[in-house]
């Protein structure tokens, strides 16, 4: 329910960093209403004649039609920053709304029965600076107004529409080669012939979704920043899509890394009770976290501050639940290591195991990195810290998960009681199925990964 209510705020509610901001909102009287917010570039040669930015608006409304209204604008100046905690201070003729306001259109109520565009253009010349786009009421009645508001960096060419802190296409186009480049090797290694089995095993199969989801993801994102550039806001579907499928992404690799942390596939064998166990814990996580970031990133707050969504309540509850991950992460972690009696495999417990850990830390420590930069790179940055760190641990399980040249600790492909898929005994391969190698042995295990998920035997 919580990712449908996050759908349908998706596809109703406009992005508040979008260029284009859409929307119909209600003003109580007297009160004042942000309705977007935009970071403009800058350039030492910006003025009048030479804006860098341009902000344009219309306002409609049908009733009541008497009385004032202000279209107003303010920056991130601390003289002129709106404080979310105080925002009760700016009445219409307040001194407090004349010493924050950068520019200020009066507009008559009549006029906003067939539209009212007021425009300004924005010269910036020190560094990049957001803005602001507010009504306040002076009429002293309730009202409702249709908006929209198109704010663009003129001189940014086929990036116009971006506000600057929003992550472009170079980017994207970057890590978008290196998924294509981590899901081709990762099928590379679910077609290669392997000297023990003619299936792969689950944990490789389960990596390959990880891999693709992420790859896809990035896709679904790119298509995305190249709609916005031409259209100057998201496409819903597309948005989503992305969200999605990184995200889906993420919780698959962090079940791979608890299915290892609890001793699967490496001193116990994998059985498809134990996938079906971390999913019932990972994917109502999964459901609440993209619920939750979608719905701090269209919240109204977000139309009067200069942080990131994970700088937000909401994003506080999605670092708690990786936390959360990491701690029962942890704790079968070092469970794992103290009942396991093979010293290779404590070995691997103790190093790669407390490695693999890191996975649970990309976005507190990609918020926590973005604090030290300036706000409008703050999202760049944990676009690429957490983008990095999730293709390293990607690439570690795809060379550890080499069939043939598998880590010693795991046990996925190994002449033993151990090798085993989701619990199904293997046999050794006769005859003409033997491949180069020593004689090794195979699971046998159907080609439909999902209808072996259902029917597995018990465990022991």
């Not at 219309?58 to 008497?66: E, F, G, I, K, N």
Request: glycine share 8%; aromatic share 10%.
């Amino acid at each position: 329910m919580w990712l449908r209510l996050a759908i349908v705020t998706a596809a109703c509610t406009a992005s508040t960093d979008a260029a284009w901001t859409r929307g119909s909102i209600e003003v109580s009287p007297g009160g004042v209403v942000f309705l977007a917010k935009f970071c403009f570039d800058f350039a030492p040669d910006a003025g009048p004649k030479d804006p860098v930015g341009k902000i344009e608006a219309t306002l409609h409304s049908s009733s009541p039609a008497d009385g004032l209204i202000k279209f107003v604008l303010f920056d991130d100046e601390a003289k002129s920053y709106p404080v979310s905690s105080s925002l009760g201070g700016f009445g219409c003729d307040s001194d407090r709304l004349k010493k924050a306001a950068r520019w200020t259109q009066v507009i008559n109520a009549t006029d906003l029965t067939s539209g009212k565009t007021p425009f300004a253009d924005i010269y910036e010349k020190i560094r990049p600076r957001w803005w602001y786009a507010a009504i306040v009421d002076c009429s002293g009645h309730p009202r409702t107004i249709d908006y929209n508001v198109h704010m663009t960096n003129v001189r940014a060419g086929f990036l116009a529409e971006f506000s600057i802190d929003r992550v472009g296409p170079k980017g994207m186009c970057l890590f978008m080669a290196v998924y294509s480049v981590l899901a081709g090797c990762q099928l590379m290694a679910l077609l290669k012939r392997s000297t023990s089995a003619k299936t792969q095993h689950p944990i490789r199969l389960l990596l390959g979704l990880c891999v693709g989801a992420a790859a896809a993801g990035t896709l679904c994102v790119l298509l995305n920043i190249s709609w916005y550039a031409y259209h100057g806001e998201d496409q819903n579907n597309l948005y989503m899509a992305g969200k999605l499928l990184k995200a889906g992404s993420k919780y698959t690799l962090l079940a791979i890394l608890l299915l290892l942390a609890r001793g699967r596939c490496i001193s116990v064998p994998l059985y498809g009770r134990d996938v079906l166990k971390e999913a019932r814990i990972l994917v109502p996580l999964y459901i609440a976290s993209v619920s939750l970031e979608v719905w701090g990133e269209f919240a109204q707050s977000r139309t009067y501050t200069t942080d990131s969504v994970y700088r937000t309540y909401m994003g506080d509850i999605i670092i708690c639940i990786d936390i959360v991950l990491l701690a029962l992460y942890l704790r079968n972690l070092f469970q794992s290591w103290g009942a396991e009696p093979d010293a290779p495999k404590r070995v691997f417990y103790r190093t790669w195991g407390l490695t693999y850990a890191g996975a649970f830390l990309l976005l507190p420590i990609s918020v926590l990195t973005s604090q030290c930069v300036a706000p409008w790179v703050r999202s760049e940055v944990i676009f690429f810290v957490s983008n990095t760190t999730h293709c390293a641990f990607l690439a570690l399980l795809i060379i550890g998960l080499w069939p043939d040249y598998t880590q010693p600790a795991f046990c996925i492909d190994h002449p033993s009681a151990l090798a085993t898929t989701f619990g199904v005994k293997t046999e050794l391969l006769e005859g003409s199925e033997l491949v180069e190698g020593p004689k090794i042995c195979r699971a046998k295990l159907g080609s439909n990964f999902l209808s072996t998920l259902v029917s597995l035997p018990k465990e022991g």
